[in-house]
C-alpha cells in the first residue's frame, strides 16, 4: 500500500500495519475504506478516548451513560430525558445551511433512535467578530448557520429554546456550531443501538444512497486550509421531511416490540452503524450493497459504505415480523429494504451481488481502533497572558462602558437569531428562548425541564481546567436559576489539533475540569461529542468546551425567568463579587486584552447556591433569578429589567476591590464576572426567609436594592455609576444584533 | 362536539390543536390521517400547521391532492366548519377554498414570535364568541406568510367582510410596523363566501393555556365549539 493512498485515507503507516495483523492480511480497497472512517479521530475518539474515561458517568438516575446513540435520565413519572450534544462545526464553515441543517438532523436522531420523542434543541454558536476584516464573510456564515438551524427545526417541527451565541476572533476561520436534542422517552422502553438474534433481518430505511460526504467524517479530523473549499462535497443535503417521516415510523414502530435495535447512519453512514450495531449486540451482520437503495448509478461498495447521505436509518428486527415493519414504513411512504442479516461470526461482511468485498471483525473497527496517549506540554503563552496589571488600565466612565456591554454582540439580545427558530412547536415551552435557560413542560405531569448550554472559550484559553469547570457550573446554575435541579449534562468539547502537545494539553485539563466539576456538583456526564481539529492555517480555536445540562422542575406552575415581575420588589443578590476582571467581556471589549486569571471558583460553594435556588423556587420565595455572567452584576442587572415593560431598579452595591483608583473598583464591582453569583428577587417580606436559607447553606445574600421607576440606577457604595432609562438600555441591547445584518442588507 | 385534526405526513401542529381540543377545550377530538377518505363525523375540521409534503415546490401544493381532500371539500361544502392554519391556510388556498396566495415574509426570514391580531369579522363558526375589534395576542411561525392577491379579489374580499384577522399593534391599529410578513393590508386571516371555511396565520392552538404566554387564541375554539351548539339547536328544532 503506498503512502498517497493511506495519506489520502488519513492512516498513518502504524495503523495500515495495525488493519493488516486485526485482518491476518493486506485489506482490500473498500476494506481500507471502512478502517479509515471507523479510525478517524471523529469516529474512534483515539486521542481522546482514554481521557473521556476520567468523567463521571453513573448516577442514580442516570439510566442511559455514553456508549449509545443518546444518554438518558430519569424524570419520574415513568419517563426518561434522552439528550446528546454534537458538533457540525466543520461542515457547518465550508458550507453554512447545510452544514448546520444536516447537524440538527444528525442530533435528532440520535435521540429518536434512543425510542424518544424530540421536543426541544438548543444550539452554542461561536463565531468570529461580526465587524473588521473577516466581517463580511462570517455575517455569511452566521447567516447561513442559522437559517440552517431554522430551517430543520421549523420544518421537522422540534421547538429550538435556547443556546448561546458568542463572538470571538480564533472563531473568525473556524466557527463552532454544536446542537443539543432533548427528547422524552418511557424509562422502561428505552431502544439500543444494537445487532443481536442470529438470522435475524437488517433494514435500511429512509433517503437514497448517493456520494455526498464520503469520507465526512475524515474531513471533519483535519485542519482546514486555503483549500477547504474544494471539500464542499464532503457536505451533505438535509431533508427535514424525509427525516419527519422516519421520526414518526420509527416511534410508531417501537410502539410493537418487533424491533431489536436501530442506529442512524450519521458519521461514516452504512459502515459505521452496521459495525457498531454488531460490535454492540457481539454478532456479525452481513449486507449486499446490491439491496441498499441507491440515488446515483454505478456506485461501488466502496461509495456505498462511506456515503454520508443524510435522512437513512439501520434496524434489526425480529425474523417473523418483517411484513408487519414494512407495513408501518409503507404507511409513511418509506420503504424499508432488507438489505441482509445478523451472523453469528462477529464479522462485518459486505458483498457486492454475493461477492465478498470486505470481510472485517466488528471489533477490530470499534473496540480495539487505535487509541492515543498523546504527548502534552503546557503553551508558552500562559504565563504571558495571565499577567494582568489593572493600574495600567485607562479606567473610562462606568455609565459609557456599560451601554458599550450591552451593544457587544456576544451580551446583546439574540432576538434576531432566535426570531428565525420556531420556539413553541409542540406547545410545551414555558419558557422561551433568550428569557432563561430553555423550560419545556412534560404533557401529562406537573413536571418541566430546563436545559442550558455553556462555555466560554476565552476563560478556558486562560485556564482550561477552571474554564470547563466554570462551564460546567454556569450551565448548571443557568437551569437551577429556572427552579430546576441539574440532573445530567451532556458535553461537547471543542479543541485545535491534537497532535500539538500544546492543544493536548489544553483537552486534558479541560476534561479533568470537567470532571472534577461533575462530581463536586453531583451531575453525571451521560453523553456527548468531541470535536478536534478545529483549525485553519495552523490557528486553533479558543479550547472550547461546551457543557449542556438537563435540569428537573418539580412544578412546572413554579418555573423561573430572569425578568423582574412586580414593581417594589427586593433584589437580592445570592454570592459576592472579589472584583475580578480577568477573562471578563469588559476588559476585552473596552480594553482589547484577553488576559489574567479566569474567575475562580469553589465548587462547594456553586453547590449550595444551586441548591438555594432550586429550594427558593420551589416554596414560591423568588420572582425572578438571574445569573452573573458576561458583563457581571450590571449588565445582569439590566437583562433583568428588559422584557418587563420598562421596569426600573436602584441598586446599590458594595465595592469589591479596595484599589485605589475609584473608577477601576467600580469597573470591577459593575463589570467583573466573579463566579457563583445570582440577582434574585423576591416579595418585601419574604426576602428575610431567602437571606435564613442562604445563610444555612452558608451562601452569602444581601438585599441590594429594589424595583421601581422606570431607571436603572446602579450605584457603588452610593455613588451612582449608572443612570440609564431602561427603554433607552434595551433599546441599545436589542438593536445591536441586528445592525449588523442590515448593514450587509445595504 | 367532535373535532378532527387531518394529519399530513409533514404536519408538525397536529398534536398541537389537537392538545387544544381534547385537553384544554374538554371536546371529542380524533385525528385522520391525510390517507384516509372519511372525515368519521366530526363537527369540526382543522387542517393543522406543519409543512404537510415537506413543501419543496409550494407551501401547500401536493396537500391538495390528498385523498382525505375530497371528504373535507364535501364537508364545507355542506357548510361544514373548516379552520385552516398556518400551513393549513396556503394548503386551503392551493386548493381553491379561499383566493389569494403566499409570498416568502417580507425580509425573507422565518418568524416566531408574539403578534397581534384584530378581529375584523365575527359572523364565521371561529370567531362568533369574539367581539369586532377584538384584539389577541397569538404567536406566528412562518417563513412564507406574506398575504397577496390581485387588487380587485382583495377588493372583493374587503368590501364583503371577508377578512377575519388584520395585525395590529397594542393600540388595534393596523401599522407596517406592526405587519411581521408585509401582508396585503396587513391580512392575517380569511374567509370564504359561506364564511364557513376560515384561514388564518397565526397559532390560536399555540395561544391555549396562560402557561405557554397567552389564552387569546382559546376563543377560535370555542366559538366553534358555541357554532356547533347553535347549530344543533337549529337541527333539533
Same mark, same amino acid.
Given at each position: 500500500?503506498?503512502?498517497?493512498?493511506?495519506?489520502?485515507?488519513?492512516?498513518?503507516?502504524?495503523?495500515?500495519?495495525?488493519?493488516?495483523?486485526?485482518?491476518?492480511?493486506?485489506?482490500?480497497?473498500?476494506?481500507?475504506?471502512?478502517?479509515? *472512517?471507523?479510525?478517524?479521530?471523529?469516529?474512534?475518539?483515539?486521542?481522546?478516548?482514554?481521557?473521556?474515561?476520567?468523567?463521571?458517568?453513573?448516577?442514580?438516575?442516570?439510566?442511559?451513560?455514553?456508549?449509545?446513540?443518546?444518554?438518558?435520565?430519569?424524570?419520574?413519572?415513568?419517563?426518561?430525558? *434522552?439528550?446528546?450534544?454534537?458538533?457540525?462545526?466543520?461542515?457547518?464553515?465550508?458550507?453554512?445551511?447545510?452544514?448546520?441543517?444536516?447537524?440538527?438532523?444528525?442530533?435528532?436522531?440520535?435521540?429518536?433512535?434512543?425510542?424518544?420523542?424530540?421536543?426541544?434543541?438548543?444550539?452554542?454558536?461561536?463565531?468570529?467578530?461580526?465587524?473588521?476584516?473577516?466581517?463580511?464573510?462570517?455575517?455569511?456564515?452566521?447567516?447561513?448557520?442559522?437559517?440552517?438551524?431554522?430551517?430543520?427545526?421549523?420544518?421537522?417541527?422540534?421547538?429550538?429554546?435556547?443556546?448561546?451565541?458568542?463572538?470571538?476572533?480564533? $472563531?473568525?476561520?473556524?466557527?463552532?456550531?454544536?446542537?443539543?436534542?432533548?427528547?422524552?422517552?418511557?424509562?422502561?422502553?428505552?431502544?439500543?443501538?444494537?445487532?443481536?438474534?442470529?438470522?435475524?433481518?437488517?433494514?435500511?430505511?429512509?433517503?437514497?444512497?448517493?456520494?455526498?460526504?464520503?469520507?465526512?467524517?475524515? %474531513?471533519?479530523?483535519?485542519?482546514?486550509?486555503?483549500?477547504?473549499?474544494?471539500?464542499?462535497?464532503?457536505?451533505?443535503?438535509?431533508?427535514?421531511?424525509?427525516?419527519?417521516?422516519?421520526?414518526?415510523?420509527?416511534?410508531?414502530?417501537?410502539?410493537?416490540?418487533?424491533?431489536?435495535?436501530?442506529?442512524?447512519?450519521?458519521?461514516?453512514?452504512?459502515?459505521?452503524?452496521?459495525?457498531?450495531?454488531?460490535?454492540?449486540?457481539?454478532?456479525?451482520?452481513?449486507?449486499?450493497?446490491?439491496?441498499?437503495?441507491?440515488?446515483?448509478?454505478?456506485?461501488?461498495?466502496?461509495?456505498? %459504505?462511506?456515503?454520508?447521505?443524510?435522512?437513512?436509518?439501520?434496524?434489526?428486527?425480529?425474523?417473523?415480523?418483517?411484513?408487519?415493519?414494512?407495513?408501518?414504513?409503507?404507511?409513511?411512504?418509506?420503504?424499508?429494504?432488507?438489505?441482509? +442479516?445478523?451472523?453469528?461470526?462477529?464479522?462485518?461482511?459486505?458483498?457486492?451481488?454475493?461477492?465478498?468485498?470486505?470481510?472485517?471483525?466488528?471489533?477490530?473497527?470499534?473496540?480495539?481502533?487505535?487509541?492515543?496517549?498523546?504527548?502534552?506540554?503546557?503553551?508558552?503563552?500562559?504565563?504571558?497572558?495571565?499577567?494582568?496589571?489593572?493600574?495600567?488600565?485607562?479606567?473610562?466612565?462606568?455609565?459609557?462602558?456599560?451601554?458599550?456591554?450591552?451593544?457587544?454582540?456576544?451580551?446583546?439580545?439574540?432576538?434576531?437569531? $432566535?426570531?428565525?427558530?420556531?420556539?413553541?412547536?409542540?406547545?410545551?415551552?414555558?419558557?422561551?428562548?433568550?428569557?432563561?435557560?430553555?423550560?419545556?413542560?412534560?404533557?401529562?405531569?406537573?413536571?418541566?425541564?430546563?436545559?442550558?448550554?455553556? =462555555?466560554?472559550?476565552?476563560?478556558? $484559553?486562560?485556564?482550561?481546567?477552571?474554564?470547563?469547570?466554570?462551564?460546567?457550573?454556569?450551565?448548571?446554575?443557568?437551569?437551577?436559576?429556572?427552579?430546576?435541579?441539574?440532573?445530567?449534562?451532556?458535553?461537547?468539547?471543542?479543541?485545535?489539533?491534537?497532535?500539538?502537545?500544546?492543544?493536548?494539553?489544553?483537552?486534558?485539563?479541560?476534561?479533568?475540569?470537567?470532571?472534577?466539576?461533575?462530581?463536586?456538583?453531583?451531575?453525571?456526564?451521560?453523553?456527548?461529542?468531541?470535536?478536534?481539529?478545529?483549525?485553519?492555517?495552523?490557528?486553533?480555536?479558543?479550547?472550547?468546551?461546551?457543557? =449542556?445540562?438537563?435540569?428537573?422542575?418539580?412544578?412546572?406552575?413554579?418555573?423561573?425567568?430572569?425578568?423582574?415581575?412586580?414593581?417594589?420588589?427586593?433584589?437580592?443578590?445570592?454570592?459576592?463579587?472579589?472584583?475580578?476582571? &480577568?477573562?471578563?467581556?469588559?476588559?476585552?471589549?473596552?480594553?482589547?486584552?484577553?488576559?489574567?486569571?479566569?474567575?475562580?471558583?469553589?465548587?462547594?460553594?456553586?453547590?449550595?447556591?444551586?441548591?438555594?435556588?432550586?429550594?427558593?423556587? !420551589?416554596? &414560591?420565595?423568588?420572582?425572578?433569578?438571574?445569573?452573573?455572567?458576561?458583563?457581571?452584576?450590571?449588565?445582569?442587572?439590566?437583562?433583568?429589567?428588559?422584557?418587563?415593560?420598562?421596569?426600573?431598579?436602584?441598586?446599590?452595591?458594595?465595592?469589591?476591590?479596595?484599589?485605589?483608583?475609584?473608577?477601576?473598583?467600580? #469597573?470591577?464591582?459593575?463589570?467583573?464576572?466573579?463566579?457563583?453569583?445570582?440577582?434574585?428577587?423576591?416579595?418585601?417580606?419574604?426576602?428575610?426567609?431567602?437571606?435564613?436559607?442562604?445563610?444555612?447553606?452558608?451562601?452569602?445574600?444581601?438585599?441590594?436594592?429594589?424595583?421601581?421607576?422606570?431607571?436603572?440606577?446602579?450605584?457603588? !457604595?452610593?455613588?451612582?455609576?449608572?443612570?440609564? /432609562?431602561?427603554?433607552?438600555? +434595551?433599546?441599545?441591547?436589542?438593536? #445591536?444584533? @441586528?445592525?449588523?445584518?442590515?448593514?450587509?442588507?445595504? | 362536539?367532535?373535532?378532527?385534526?387531518?394529519?399530513?405526513?409533514?404536519?408538525?401542529?397536529?398534536?398541537?390543536?389537537?392538545?387544544?381540543?381534547?385537553?384544554?377545550?374538554?371536546?371529542?377530538?380524533?385525528?385522520?390521517?391525510?390517507?384516509?377518505?372519511?372525515?368519521?363525523?366530526?363537527?369540526?375540521?382543522?387542517?393543522?400547521?406543519?409543512?404537510?409534503?415537506?413543501?419543496?415546490?409550494?407551501?401547500?401544493?401536493?396537500?391538495?391532492?390528498?385523498?382525505?381532500?375530497?371528504?373535507? /371539500?364535501?364537508?364545507?361544502?355542506?357548510?361544514?366548519?373548516?379552520?385552516?392554519?398556518?400551513?393549513?391556510?396556503?394548503?386551503?388556498?392551493?386548493?381553491?377554498?379561499?383566493?389569494?396566495?403566499?409570498?416568502?415574509?417580507?425580509?425573507?426570514?422565518?418568524?416566531?414570535?408574539?403578534?397581534?391580531?384584530?378581529?375584523?369579522?365575527? @359572523?364565521?363558526?371561529?370567531?362568533?364568541?369574539?367581539?369586532?375589534?377584538?384584539?389577541?395576542?397569538?404567536?406566528?411561525?412562518?417563513?412564507?406568510?406574506? $398575504?397577496?392577491?390581485?387588487?380587485?379579489?382583495?377588493?372583493?374580499?374587503?368590501?364583503?367582510?371577508?377578512?377575519?384577522?388584520?395585525?395590529?399593534?397594542?393600540?388595534?391599529?393596523?401599522?407596517?410596523? /406592526?405587519?411581521?410578513?408585509? !401582508?396585503?393590508?396587513?391580512?392575517?386571516?380569511?374567509?370564504?363566501?359561506?364564511?364557513?371555511?376560515?384561514?388564518? %396565520?397565526?397559532?390560536?392552538?399555540?395561544?391555549?393555556?396562560?402557561?405557554?404566554?397567552?389564552?387569546?387564541?382559546?376563543?377560535?375554539?370555542?366559538?366553534?365549539?358555541?357554532?356547533?351548539?347553535?347549530?344543533?339547536?337549529?337541527?333539533?328544532?
Amino acid at each position: 500500500m503506498n503512502d498517497e493512498v493511506l495519506e489520502r485515507h488519513g492512516l498513518t503507516r502504524e495503523e495500515y500495519d495495525r488493519i493488516v495483523r486485526a485482518l491476518g492480511r493486506e485489506p482490500s480497497e473498500t476494506e481500507i475504506g471502512i478502517f479509515s *472512517v471507523m479510525w478517524s479521530e471523529h469516529c474512534s475518539y483515539k486521542s481522546s478516548r482514554v481521557h473521556l474515561k476520567k468523567l463521571p458517568t453513573r448516577g442514580p438516575r442516570v439510566l442511559q451513560g455514553p456508549g449509545e446513540n443518546a444518554g438518558a435520565v430519569d424524570i419520574g413519572d415513568g419517563l426518561a430525558a *434522552v439528550f446528546k450534544i454534537e458538533s457540525h462545526n466543520h461542515p457547518s464553515f465550508i458550507e453554512p445551511y447545510q452544514g448546520a441543517a444536516t447537524g440538527v438532523g444528525g442530533i435528532i436522531r440520535d435521540i429518536f433512535t434512543m425510542g424518544a420523542r424530540p421536543i426541544a434543541l438548543l444550539n452554542a454558536l461561536r463565531f468570529g467578530p461580526l465587524d473588521g476584516p473577516d466581517g463580511v464573510r462570517t455575517r455569511r456564515i452566521m447567516d447561513g448557520v442559522v437559517r440552517g438551524i431554522g430551517g430543520y427545526g421549523n420544518s421537522i417541527g422540534i421547538a429550538t429554546v435556547g443556546g448561546e451565541v458568542a463572538f470571538d476572533e480564533p $472563531y473568525a476561520g473556524n466557527p463552532l456550531v454544536n446542537v443539543l436534542c432533548l427528547g422524552v422517552a418511557p424509562a422502561n422502553a428505552l431502544v439500543k443501538g444494537t445487532a443481536s438474534g442470529i438470522g435475524n433481518p437488517v433494514y435500511y430505511v429512509g433517503a437514497k444512497t448517493g456520494r455526498d460526504g464520503i469520507h465526512g467524517a475524515t %474531513m471533519a479530523s483535519a485542519e482546514f486550509d486555503d483549500r477547504s473549499a474544494e471539500k464542499r462535497p464532503a457536505v451533505q443535503v438535509g431533508d427535514p421531511f424525509m427525516e419527519k417521516l422516519l421520526l414518526e415510523a420509527c416511534l410508531e414502530l417501537m410502539q410493537t416490540d418487533a424491533l431489536i435495535g436501530v442506529q442512524d447512519m450519521g458519521a461514516a453512514g452504512l459502515t459505521c452503524s452496521t459495525c457498531e450495531m454488531g460490535a454492540r449486540g457481539g454478532a456479525g451482520v452481513e449486507i449486499d450493497v446490491m439491496h441498499v437503495p441507491q440515488r446515483e448509478t454505478g456506485m461501488t461498495p466502496y461509495e456505498i %459504505m462511506l456515503s454520508e447521505s443524510q435522512e437513512r436509518m439501520l434496524l434489526v428486527v425480529k425474523k417473523g415480523r418483517e411484513a408487519e415493519v414494512e407495513r408501518i414504513f409503507e404507511k409513511w411512504d418509506l420503504h424499508a429494504s432488507r438489505i441482509g +442479516e445478523v451472523t453469528a461470526d462477529g464479522l462485518l461482511r459486505v458483498k457486492d451481488r454475493g461477492r465478498v468485498v470486505a470481510e472485517i471483525p466488528n471489533r477490530a473497527l470499534v473496540d480495539e481502533a487505535p487509541v492515543y496517549n498523546r504527548p502534552v506540554k503546557r503553551p508558552a503563552y500562559l504565563d504571558e497572558v495571565r499577567a494582568l496589571d489593572v493600574a495600567s488600565l485607562t479606567i473610562g466612565r462606568p455609565a459609557a462602558d456599560f451601554r458599550r456591554l450591552l451593544a457587544s454582540p456576544t451580551i446583546a439580545s439574540k432576538a434576531w437569531v $432566535y426570531r428565525q427558530y420556531d420556539t413553541m412547536v409542540r406547545t410545551n415551552t414555558i419558557a422561551a428562548a433568550g428569557l432563561t435557560a430553555g423550560v419545556v413542560r412534560i404533557k401529562g405531569t406537573e413536571r418541566a425541564l430546563a436545559i442550558s448550554t455553556d =462555555g466560554n472559550g476565552r476563560y478556558c $484559553y486562560l485556564d482550561p481546567r477552571r474554564g470547563a469547570m466554570l462551564a460546567l457550573a454556569e450551565a448548571a446554575r443557568n437551569v437551577a436559576c429556572a427552579g430546576a435541579v441539574p440532573i445530567g449534562a451532556t458535553n461537547c468539547l471543542n479543541f485545535g489539533n491534537p497532535e500539538r502537545p500544546e492543544i493536548m494539553w489544553q483537552f486534558v485539563e479541560a476534561v479533568e475540569g470537567l470532571a472534577e466539576a461533575c462530581r463536586a456538583l453531583d451531575i453525571p456526564i451521560t453523553g456527548g461529542n468531541v470535536s478536534l481539529y478545529n483549525e485553519t492555517d495552523g490557528r486553533a480555536i479558543y479550547p472550547t468546551p461546551v457543557i =449542556g445540562v438537563v435540569g428537573l422542575i418539580e412544578h412546572a406552575s413554579r418555573t423561573l425567568t430572569r425578568a423582574f415581575a412586580a414593581d417594589g420588589s427586593s433584589i437580592i443578590l445570592l454570592g459576592e463579587g472579589t472584583g475580578e476582571l &480577568g477573562g471578563s467581556e469588559y476588559l476585552k471589549l473596552v480594553h482589547n486584552r484577553v488576559r489574567g486569571e479566569c474567575p475562580s471558583i469553589d465548587l462547594a460553594r456553586e453547590r449550595a447556591l444551586q441548591a438555594l435556588l432550586a429550594r427558593a423556587a !420551589a416554596d &414560591g420565595l423568588l420572582l425572578s433569578a438571574h445569573d452573573c455572567s458576561d458583563g457581571g452584576v450590571a449588565v445582569a442587572l439590566a437583562e433583568c429589567c428588559f422584557d418587563t415593560g420598562g421596569l426600573g431598579a436602584v441598586v446599590d452595591l458594595t465595592p469589591e476591590l479596595s484599589a485605589s483608583h475609584e473608577n477601576l473598583v467600580s #469597573a470591577a464591582t459593575l463589570f467583573g464576572e466573579s463566579a457563583s453569583r445570582v440577582v434574585v428577587s423576591s416579595r418585601v417580606g419574604d426576602e428575610p426567609r431567602v437571606l435564613e436559607l442562604a445563610a444555612t447553606r452558608g451562601v452569602p445574600a444581601r438585599v441590594i436594592g429594589r424595583t421601581g421607576g422606570t431607571r436603572l440606577r446602579v450605584g457603588v !457604595a452610593g455613588a451612582v455609576a449608572i443612570d440609564c /432609562a431602561v427603554a433607552e438600555a +434595551e433599546q441599545i441591547w436589542s438593536g #445591536a444584533l @441586528e445592525m449588523f445584518f442590515r448593514r450587509t442588507a445595504a | 362536539m367532535k373535532f378532527a385534526v387531518v394529519v399530513f405526513p409533514g404536519s408538525n401542529c397536529d398534536d398541537d390543536s389537537y392538545h387544544a381540543a381534547k385537553h384544554v377545550l374538554g371536546q371529542e377530538a380524533e385525528f385522520i390521517w391525510h390517507k384516509e377518505t372519511s372525515l368519521k363525523g366530526a363537527d369540526v375540521v382543522i387542517l393543522p400547521g406543519g409543512f404537510a409534503h415537506g413543501d419543496y415546490l409550494r407551501t401547500g401544493a401536493i396537500a391538495r391532492f390528498s385523498p382525505i381532500m375530497g371528504a373535507v /371539500a364535501e364537508f364545507a361544502k355542506r357548510g361544514g366548519p373548516v379552520l385552516g392554519i398556518c400551513n393549513g391556510f396556503q394548503i386551503l388556498l392551493e386548493a381553491g377554498f379561499l383566493p389569494g396566495a403566499m409570498l416568502r415574509n417580507r425580509d425573507l426570514k422565518f418568524h416566531c414570535e408574539h403578534v397581534i391580531v384584530r378581529v375584523e369579522q365575527t @359572523e364565521t363558526p371561529f370567531t362568533l364568541r369574539a367581539a369586532k375589534g377584538q384584539r389577541l395576542r397569538i404567536p406566528i411561525a412562518h417563513g412564507e406568510g406574506n $398575504y397577496f392577491a390581485p387588487a380587485d379579489v382583495v377588493q372583493q374580499l374587503e368590501s364583503s367582510g371577508r377578512v377575519v384577522f388584520r395585525y395590529c399593534d397594542e393600540r388595534g391599529d393596523v401599522t407596517e410596523r /406592526a405587519n411581521p410578513n408585509g !401582508a396585503v393590508n396587513g391580512i392575517a386571516g380569511i374567509c370564504n363566501e359561506a364564511r364557513n371555511v376560515v384561514g388564518l %396565520m397565526p397559532h390560536p392552538e399555540r395561544a391555549c393555556e396562560g402557561a405557554l404566554g397567552s389564552a387569546d387564541g382559546l376563543i377560535l375554539f370555542e366559538s366553534a365549539v358555541a357554532a356547533m351548539a347553535q347549530e344543533g339547536v337549529m337541527r333539533t328544532a
